[in-house]
């Protein structure tokens, strides 16, 4: 099938402004092959996928379809075509039922159709992606996020591509859906179809890509057969030097004294009250998939999320936080799961995200220290590995793992006992990721408590020292560093009563 | 680690730098409209004197103040307060009739009054007209931060303060006897000719640019506007910013009232909507002031410095304008240009620069 490629694209450059975002990359698929589209984040993945699927026309160099030169004018022709893109946002109407959304763009359907016509004829479309259980006549915004990702694939297969772009489709999934969309690869690929998928997860590139591509600054690695390689040599190529382990290694830690109790803490979306303590110099993960309710219990914490009762002891107070400002004059810091949302302030500049919690530390009579404050903020920024010369930089031009560290980094400002850390690498690339590690762990050593919670089984098997299992809001068991494995993890995260009747040894695939 | 090698190592000088962070469609308006104003100011007899430069920023200087105050409103992201006319409205009612006031009156009517008791007619009237927008501010500050639509929070308020003002002054002109003390605001120079409500305009301008700038406060103000969500996640509260930011504009716009009264004696309820700038609607020329001055109607962007430079470019265009004689209804309009195009660049300048990934 590489004699002949469906798709390739030779010599590809470029240019944003002074920015080189392609310097003569080259990329190619099979029919029925799944390509793995990987690299840090900035190295041009997604200039990349807008030139494949038409949305980017500024670029140079050659582009072939099916044997012949293209070069599409916009994302409708190359859908004509046969090359559709799911994107990372969802393009769904919600208040419009499934069926709706998948022949929106009214293409194999009368102009007139009842809606029982569009739902039979929507079936096999949702069978191809495994929501063959849902009705298609639902809402859309009903469905929980992961089935909106892949409703919006059926939408696409509903065109039926000949090549299928997959932007991130796990990113925002927890990890039942996540195996629904490998799942659905797997069998797009057995029709025929080519595949390209862009993915931080290394665990899922290696499941299901045949070939691998690796950009690294604009310009791209020949692809590599996945059976050829290991996490470490991808990683290796993707960064350019050797990455070493990208968990920091974890000793056993004596727990002498809770350094914070919580006590009935019942939050919003948990089914029943929770209790658990956190020891100084840990890292405790809190594991369960989206809606288990770990999101919850951690702003709760941190007052961001509303609780029914409970109580926080730290410190000698005992307390519940009501709003983010009681947790963080108290020295307890929260970093959720959206920093878009509510993580950054992308149009300030760096050190004004970074000194933002704390400002009294960096003021007297409600005048601002200029000199207090680049030089705290310089400080943290080097301890998160932040060029200090960006610090005048808006935070909105930051890659994704930049960003991340600005908001986990804006935090050290307030001196922090306690740090609240939700989906701590979420979008973020490789490199970064281990820094991040890094720099969480380091934190721990110098005696400060951190909570985790996470819905990468990669990151919660390997990054906490103690984790306590969530599933559908209720705590389902507490892990020591002996017991955690990912399969170990996985049945208390996805099945702990046994209802699916899967062997863990299936899901661990 | 890839995005540092997107910086370039050596330092563009001016040119580049604009090249490379707006987009050519805004260059050539800019330079369009600079070229525009340049033209009209060497072919405008009368245009480039010491007196109508003079008359150019004492025009600008009531809206101008106007306009501070509600910067800080949208800067912190609570869009605008619809209610700057009616607070103004309310608040010269408040003053002349407390300064006509029996209670009030310096002694015999036939005399001269002492210095000292204009002062104190004059401090009271001015106080207690403060403390009265300060409430009025509060009141729709505590209800924007509450959750409330700036919108329909400031229109109803709207409405509540001009019926006030309206029913307490019977829908009458109110007026007081000269000499008072507001003439001194109104109208009085104390630095050679240059008018003081001039003077108060800069002062104004330059203590609202400090504390944007330098304190605690004005930080806050930024960071709340830039983003809601992740201003309470890290302590700071649109609640609290929301009151005092409106009490800010509030207290400007009853400033306003106070030196406005002053130069005609007099109050009356529609004086802000007809007899006003160019437009005749107050709230409607500080609006068009705030955003002519580029700043960002989602907040956390702007400053109160290109405020008070907007201020003083739309009075320069009015003046431009009526020297070449145009009526009141194309300086409307061109007012009404100058927004629509400032929205149009500030839009391209800010997307020019997100362009820098």
Redesign the interface.
Known sequence: MADQPLLRLTNISRH????QALKNATFEIGRGEVMGLVG????GKSTMVKIIGGFDTGYSGEYFYDGEIRRFGGPTAAEHAGIAIAQQELSLIPTMSVAENIFLAGDGVPRIASKGHLARKAGPFLDEVGLGHINPLRTTNRLSVGEQHLVEVARLIAHNPQVLILDEPTAALGETDSIRILEMVKRLKERGKSVIYVSHRMDEIFKICDRITVLR?GESQSPRAAADMDVNSLVELMLGFELGDMYPRRTPIARAEPVLKVRDLWPDGILEPVSFDLYPGEILGLAGQLGSGTSEILGAMAG?TKSRGGKLHYRGEEFLPT???DA??RGIA?C?EDRK????????PIM?NMS??A??TI?RN???N?ARERASTAKNAVKFTI?PK?LPQ?A????GG?QQKVALG?WLSISPGVILVNEPTRGVDV?ARAEIYQILRGLADQGEAIVVASTDIQEITNLPDRIISFYRGVQIGELHLADMTSASILEQITDPFHEAGIAVSEKAL | ??????V?PSAPNLIQRIR?DYSPLVIVMVSLFLTVLLAGAVFTDDFLTWFNVKTIIRDAALVGIMAIGLTFVTLSGNFFLLSMKEIAALSIICFATLMGAEWNQWGPADGDPATSALVATFLIAFLVTMVIASIAGAVQGALIGLGGNPIVVTLGAAGLFFGIGSWWSDNLVVSYRRPHGAEWLGTGSFIGDIPNITVAFILIAIVAELVLR???????V??VG??R?????????NFGMAIKCCIIASVCAAFVAVAFSGQVSSAHVNYFSSEFGSSGDMTIMVIAIVMVGGN?IMG??GSTLRTSLGAIFISTVDNMMVLNGFNSGARVLAVGLMIVFSIIVFALVRRG?????
């Not at chain 1, 840090?40 to 190295?43: F, K, L, S, T």
């Not at chain 1, 909105?396 to 890659?399: A, M």
């Not at chain 2, 330098?214 to 806050?220: D, E």
């Open positions: 944003y402004g002074a920015i840090e984040n900035g190295a600054d961001a709003r983010p400002k963080i004059r929260y959720s949302r509510d993580g950054l302030f992308l149009g300030r004004e933002a919690p400002l009294e003021s409600g005048i601002l200029g060029d960006r808006e909105g031009v930051l890659s930049n804006k490199g | 680690m890839s995005d540092t090698a997107a370039s490379r330098y304190t605690t406060f004005g930080r806050q930024y960071l830039a983003n969500a992740a201003g309470r996640a890290t302590g700071h509260e960002s956390g962007y620069s997100r362009a820098v990934e």
